[in-house]
Every structure is written in C-alpha cells, then in structure tokens.
C-alpha cells in the first residue's frame, strides 16, 4: 500500500521559512512526478511545485517563483518543499503528491497525480 506523510507545517510569521517533507513509502517514484499543492479554505487545490526524477526538472507556480524550492532524495524515497519569505496568502493545507504515470505528464494538474498525503497545515500571520 502507497503511502505518502507530510510533515514541517506549522505556524510562521510573514517573512518567514518552513520546509515540508514527504516520505514515500510501498513503491518507489525514481522514475516519477512528485509534487506539492495547497488548498486554502474556500478555495480549490492549487498546483505549488513539483520535481520530475528522471531529468530532475523542476516546476513551480508563479506565485511561489523565486520563494519556494522542491527538492528530492531518491535514496530516502522523499521530497521536500524549502519555503522562504512566507506572506499571509500561503496560509493552506499543503499536499504531497506522486504520480505513476512514466514519462510525460501535465504537472499542474490534480488529475496528474494518484496519490496523496493527508496534508500539512501552514499558517503563516501577518
């Protein structure tokens, strides 16, 4: 059974850093999209950032460019979300996500991924 545990949320004033993890446990994603998404209340899930293994590209919404960074240890089966300068607005339940599809995929997209963690909460005050 694939299981995904977040962990690192909590609560930071703005300007802040948080880093989340992920562990991966039940399969292994070396040859996977991992990603994370957020979902504030009231509000949809939205795509944050995500790391494909194979060519270890990174991808990112632009609302966290240049303040977030997703990163990755094959060996540990986990990835991690560094968050720096925390503003008010990044106040959400944050989400790890794997998919299993190999190759190609649309990593903005919840639909991409089919597995999910139970989430973290970040609050970042003003």
């Known amino acids: 059974q694939v299981q995904l545990v977040e962990s690192g949320g909590g609560l930071v004033q703005a300007g802040g850093s948080l880093r989340l993890s992920c562990a991966a446990s039940g399969r292994t994603f070396s040859r996977n999209t991992m990603g994370w998404f957020r979902q504030a209340p009231g509000k949809e899930r939205e795509f944050v950032a995500a790391?494909?293994?194979?060519?270890?590209?990174?991808h990112y919404a632009d609302s966290v460019k240049g303040r977030f960074t997703i990163s990755g240890n094959n060996a540990k089966n986990a990835v991690y979300l560094e968050m720096n300068s925390l503003k008010p607005e990044d106040t959400a339940v944050y989400y790890c996500?794997?998919?299993?599809?190999?190759?190609?995929?649309?990593?903005?997209?919840?639909?991409?991924?089919?597995?999910w963690g139970q989430g973290t909460q970040v609050t970042v005050s003003s």
């Open positions: 790391i494909t293994w194979s060519g270890g590209i990174t």
């Open positions: 996500a794997a998919s299993s599809i190999i190759g190609l995929v649309v990593v903005f997209s919840p639909r991409t991924y089919n597995y």
